[in-house]
């Protein structure tokens, strides 16, 4: 709804208050912490796929293991684990850019609006 007011008033060609245009940095700046977090979280979550991935690798593909799906411990063999937690990693990987792409994207849109507005 805010963003919606912000961008009405920016398009109607008003000039935004001082509250409008703190509120509309605040939220870029919370929208790129956001994904920077998500990003970083991803990052673990495929260092632990590739920690994984790793020390299967060397194991018997015939051997049990077990693996978290949707909050159940299901029992496989590594023949069967293996490629699905690799193509997991690969998924991640693709996430992760592009998530690093909206990043700088949204680099750029605070730059932007920071010259816009003149904020120090």
């Known amino acids: 709804m805010m963003a919606s007011n912000s961008s009405s008033a920016v398009?109607?060609?008003k000039p935004m208050s001082a509250e409008q245009v703190v509120a509309g940095f605040n939220r870029l700046r919370q929208e790129q912490?956001?994904?920077?977090?998500?990003?970083?979280?991803?990052?673990?979550e495929m260092n632990e796929h590739s920690l994984v991935i790793d020390t299967l690798k060397d194991v018997d593909?015939?051997?049990k293991?077990?693996?978290m799906v949707g909050g159940v411990l299901?029992?496989?063999t590594v023949k069967?684990?293996?490629?699905?937690?690799?193509?997991?990693?690969e998924q991640l990987n693709?996430?992760?850019?592009?998530?690093?792409?909206?990043?700088q994207t949204k680099g750029r849109e605070l730059n932007e609006f920071r010259e816009k507005h003149?904020?120090?």
Do not use: H
């Open 11 to 13: 398009s109607a060609g």
């Open 33 to 44: 912490r956001g994904m920077a977090s998500k990003a970083a979280e991803l990052e673990m």
């Open 61 to 63: 593909q015939s051997r």
């Open 65 to 67: 293991c077990y693996r």
């Open 74 to 76: 299901v029992e496989r």
């Open 80 to 89: 069967e684990v293996l490629p699905a937690l690799e193509n997991n990693k």
């Open 94 to 103: 693709k996430i992760i850019e592009s998530l690093n792409l909206q990043l």
């Open 118 to 120: 003149n904020i120090r």
